[in-house]
């Protein structure tokens, strides 16, 4: 069942009834200010990070869902409703609402009343803007009273959830005009505030909840809405909310448009105040000045949307099939933006205040991103590798505000050095930047320990060949890309984590996961250090390599799969030895993907293993048979029931890697069904059974021995979707960014006759087409670049501004 629509002319999603089955949302911000948006108009803002900037608050797991966001109430007579149905939940006439790139639009009709709430945050500037139209299809003159709605937050989000005997004294406000300053703190230490205002006078206001709201009352029932009127009250602690209401006279046929803005602001030290106790407005009022007229907010939609354009005008494919398409070139890289933008912080499933930015995550999140913004990937991978030790251990997370790293989960993922490497060498292909390699970058952000950023990639990997186990696999450490298999941990009792309780990092268990990275990454480590002469350092790095490839071929080989690990008593994970947790994704997607067991076939019988134990029709599953009770020896894998998340759900992210993987073994056709799985606008059709938004990935589908087979969570934010786009755009349609410039080597289902691509690459335009007529999986014939035959598949580097054309003949 759907419950909407892709409109690929407008590039967005239209939903078509407000009763979705979870709330479907979308992000607004790409830059300081975010807000996340549902498809009733819930939602919350922030600056920057979730956590220590927070504007607005949000209630999580409330019952009802999602009752905060950003409100529009219509009162029309004793009618109250709301454009996105929420909360009042008063029944429409119609509803629509179209998530688009950077912007959603909900509008509602009632009793002949039409209201079109448009929502987002303009480029360059740290606000987001509401403009409701209001329009009168009525016969008769409509008499309406408008409000607009926020609750705001404290701040600091955990804080503001928590610390209740404090808070419920700090709250303050302002009001000037229709504008309305929540300046709760800035009175001491802090130097921002935030502004709530419209573009035209207002007719009543009311900073308090309780004012507006009724203290017994709530959102779905404000008693100012109500009374069609607010009260003028002022916040003096409490909860200081933003309501503001303007009453509308419309003829019929007449329609009325307001702005509602809520923005951010900040003062230097000395220029806090205008008098005592009294805050300096001006950036608020320039920022008003810069939205006060409909044009104004005609020209910031604009120039989102040209920004946008521009964007994803970088790989735009045509395949003839409409779902691909509107994937490759729409959803999938807005996806990676957002992922690039939030790693795992912000969404309606990760809080905001916990997780902060992930080393492993952000590393792998450029993966999807570099090609569209390749400067913010530049920021990124110093502003990270500035979070590694000098050993060349990192912190696994770090916080966005001021990027260091977080010292309560600390260090001892050891996977997470290796992806820094994996990074930055895609930064390298992407662009051919060599002189980020030259870059001064602390260690643990402590500048006078800065080192070149090829000295931080060399440690990444040495990292690894120091922490060989007993087996001469890579040491786990506290967990490796599974945060769940924690084989040092041990953790007995409840509320202790998994990861970093006890004596977390062993000398014993090893992961052959992190072997096939080290494989992977290592090659491309090796080639970093061709590239710059360091030729006996490339052989010795390739010698170690070779050394863990004949461990991972022996020690981590199973008889018909690679196992998973070994654990801190040595004993093997993931083999036929087991009872339980037989088989895994995770080393099976990676070796092979290293290229480990191609020539032996191993790596053909891995797959085929995979497929036989692990696929479903709704994608592969993260191991079997799934673990029934709690293992002390494998951690937090085992407290999930069977089938959900790492415990057998379908982890999305690593479905990608088997898609790769198959292509990296010339099966096109299986690379594909692999990727259709999972895919959203494949999926759409089962909406009902999947729940989440039917546009974007989730990080984990329930797997075959859930009850709820088939339905996902925690939507949005996953490495699923860089590697999604790395998987279809680079190993399936196979244009390639490599060091010496962009190859093509496809591997595509036999049925699929042909497909152009476009790609900007290094400042040039390839206009490529690809023509399987012969009905293969893999291989190529022939290459023309601007009609002449090229020998190979790497297209010849074309100078920036230029445009080629490109025709390739598989066969
Ligand atoms: C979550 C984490 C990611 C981890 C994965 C598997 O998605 O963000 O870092 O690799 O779970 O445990
Ligand atoms: C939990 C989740 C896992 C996630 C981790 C992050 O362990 O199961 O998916 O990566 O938390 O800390």
């Known amino acids: 069942m759907k419950f909407g629509y892709f409109d690929d002319q407008n590039k ?11 709330p479907w949302i979308n992000y607004l911000g790409s830059e300081d200010f975010f807000s996340l948006v549902s498809n009733t108009a819930g939602g919350y803002s922030f600056y920057r990070d979730a956590r220590m900037r927070r504007l607005t608050r949000y209630r999580y797991n409330s019952s009802p869902l999602d009752m905060d966001g950003h409100r529009i109430y219509i009162k029309d007579g004793e009618t109250v409703w709301n454009p996105g149905w929420q909360p009042t939940k008063t029944p429409l006439d119609s509803y629509s609402c179209r998530h688009g790139l950077g912007y959603t639009i909900l509008e509602g009709k009632k009793d002949g009343v039409t209201a079109r709430q ?3 945050v303009p480029k360059g500037d740290a606000c987001e803007l509401d403009r409701v139209t209001v329009c009168n299809g009525s016969t008769v003159v409509k008499e309406l009273d408008l409000f607009s709605y926020v ?3 404290l701040w600091n989000a955990v804080d503001d959830s928590t610390n209740f005997q404090r808070n419920y004294s700090t709250g303050e406000v302002e009001v000037e005009g229709g504008a309305i300053y929540h300046k709760t703190e800035y009175r001491e230490r802090r130097s921002h505030y935030a502004v709530f205002w419209a573009n035209c006078p207002v007719d009543s206001f009311d900073t308090t909840r309780d004012a507006f709201c009724g203290v017994y009352g709530g959102p779905a029932d404000p008693q100012a809405v109500r009374a069609g009127q607010c009260s003028g009250s002022i916040a003096h602690g409490w909860a200081p909310v933003g309501a503001l209401h303007i009453h509308l006279t419309l003829a019929p046929g007449e329609s009325h448009s307001i702005l509602f803005g809520l923005g951010y602001i900040e003062n230097p030290q000395q220029e806090k105040f205008i008098a005592p106790g009294v805050i300096n407005k001006t950036r608020a009022h320039a920022m008003m000045e810069r939205y006060a007229t409909d044009a104004q907010v005609d020209a910031a939609r604009a120039a989102l949307r040209t920004h946008w354009e521009q964007l994803l005008s970088t790989y735009h494919l045509e395949s003839g099939d409409e779902k691909l398409d509107r994937m490759v070139n729409i959803w999938h890289q807005y996806q990676c933006m957002v992922t690039f933008n939030m790693s795992r912080s912000a969404s309606y499933y990760e809080s905001g205040t916990g997780r902060g930015m992930g080393f492993r995550d952000s590393c792998q999140d450029l993966l999807g991103f570099v090609h569209i913004i390749p400067s913010r990937a530049r920021e990124r991978i110093l502003d990270i590798a500035a979070t590694q030790f000098a050993d060349g251990s990192a912190y696994h997370q770090y916080q966005p505000l001021t990027k260091k790293g977080n010292r309560d989960i600390g260090t001892g993922f050891n996977d997470d050095p290796l992806w820094l490497i994996a990074g930055t060498a895609a930064y390298l292909r992407e662009t051919g930047d060599w002189s980020i ?7 643990d952000n ?16 040495n990292f690894t060949c120091t922490h060989l186990g007993p087996h001469g696999l890579p040491l786990i450490g506290r967990a490796d890309w599974n945060d769940c298999l924690n084989l040092n941990c041990f953790s007995e009792h409840p509320g202790e984590s998994f990861q970093i309780t006890g004596p977390s990092e062993g000398p014993v268990a090893e992961s052959v996961f992190i072997a096939g990275m080290f494989v992977k990454y290592g090659h491309e480590y090796a080639q970093l250090c061709d590239h710059l002469n360091l030729t006996e350092e490339a052989a010795a790095a390739r010698k170690h390599i070779d050394a863990v490839e004949q461990a991972t071929l022996t020690a981590g080989w199973d008889g018909a799969w690679f196992r998973r690990a070994y654990d801190a008593f040595g004993k093997p994970i993931g083999s036929k030895e087991c009872t339980e947790g037989q088989i895994f994704i995770e080393p099976q997607g990676m070796c ?18 995979v497929e036989e134990r692990l696929d479903t029709k709704y994608g592969v599953v993260l191991l079997q048979p799934a673990y029934t009770s709690y293992q002390l020896n494998l951690g937090e894998i085992s407290s999930y029931p069977p089938g959900y998340k790492e415990n057998a759900g379908i982890f999305c992210h690593n479905n990608p890697w088997i898609s790769c993987a198959e292509a990296t073994l010339g099966h096109g056709d299986r690379a594909f069904a692999v990727y259709r799985k999972t895919c959203p606008a494949y999926i759409e059709d089962i909406s009902e059974i999947h729940r989440t938004e039917p546009y974007v990935y989730s990080q984990m589908v329930a797997g075959k021995d859930a009850p709820t087979f088939g339905e996902a969570k925690n939507s949005w934010l996953t490495g699923t979707a860089a590697w999604t786009f790395f998987n279809i755009s680079q190993y399936i349609l196979g244009i390639q960014p490599t060091l010496d410039g962009l190859k093509v080597d496809p591997c595509i289902p036999h049925t699929l006759s042909g497909f152009t691509v476009t790609r900007r690459f290094r400042g040039a335009v390839y206009h490529i087409t690809v023509d399987n007529a012969a009905g293969v999986q893999h291989g190529i014939k022939a290459v023309t670049v601007d009609g002449k035959a090229i020998s190979g598949n790497v297209l010849p580097l074309a100078a920036a501004g230029t445009e080629v054309t490109v025709q390739v003949t598989m066969g």
């Open 592 to 609: 092979v993907m290293a290229g480990i067991g191609k020539e032996s076939g191993q790596a053909a019988q891995a797959l085929a293993s």
């Open 437 to 443: 390699l030259d870059e001064q970058v602390p260690f």
């Open 118 to 120: 448009e929502l987002f």
């Open 446 to 461: 402590d500048a006078s320990k800065a080192q070149s950023l090829m000295e931080h990639l060399r440690r990444s990997f």
């Open 151 to 153: 609750e705001f937050c």
């Open 12 to 22: 967005e999603y239209v939903i078509t009834t407000p009763q979705t089955p979870l």
